[in-house]
């Protein structure tokens, strides 16, 4: 009877180690499936907070680059505009320095001595002529009138007459030289123009 008290016992002393096993593996078990959330969340906090690290980088990169371009961009119309000036500057110097010598020259028949007028009228003369070739050397080109048809874009119409003999739309006399520069209009030469 001992023996079987003693087995009883055993017994009950396996099942109530059994029990405690279970009890602290379902416990263990609790303790991880509790852990495992916390280390889930904890690295998916630390990944966004990575990944919001990486983006505040990439957005002051981009501010950076941005402010960058401005102040090249900026600084390409600062450039442009001081060329353009100095081209400017640059012609202008140019048309002034072909014109020196027609002004020595006007200068030269204001000083010469009064009373020969035909000698007076031939330097003149020859100035008109320097001067011309100068601006044409700048670009400076008559619009043609004589024998042309009329046209707006060359042509201003100051009056209109009649004349059965010419056909309509030609231009009858020129009143005002008109001239381009380039092919750019500067004046439109003024004329009479027939219209029948």
Do not use: C, W
Not at 54 to 83: G, I, P, T, V, W
């Amino acid at each position: 009877m001992k023996n079987e008290m003693n087995r009883k016992d055993s017994e009950k002393l396996e099942e109530m180690q059994e029990e405690i096993q279970d009890e602290s593996n379902e416990e263990l078990a609790a303790e991880e499936a509790s852990v495992k959330p916390q280390a889930a969340a904890e690295e998916e906090k630390a990944e966004e907070k990575a990944e919001e690290g990486k983006m505040e980088q990439e957005l002051e990169e981009l501010k950076e680059r941005h402010q960058r371009l401005q102040a090249d961009f900026a600084n390409f119309r600062r450039r442009s505009s001081q060329e353009r000036m100095e081209i400017s500057d640059v012609v202008l110097q140019n048309v002034i320095k072909d014109l020196l010598p027609v002004l020595d020259n006007f200068g030269r028949a204001l000083t010469a001595p009064a009373g020969d007028v035909e000698a007076f009228r031939t330097g003149v003369q020859m100035i008109y002529t320097q001067f011309g070739e100068v601006l044409k050397k700048n670009g400076l080109e008559e619009i043609k009138t004589q024998g042309e048809h009329f046209d707006p874009n060359f042509h201003q119409a100051v009056m209109r007459i009649q004349d059965e003999e010419k056909e309509d739309g030609m231009i009858e006399q020129e009143l005002q030289k008109g001239y381009t520069v380039r092919g750019r209009v500067i004046r439109p030469a003024m004329v009479q123009v027939v219209s029948n």
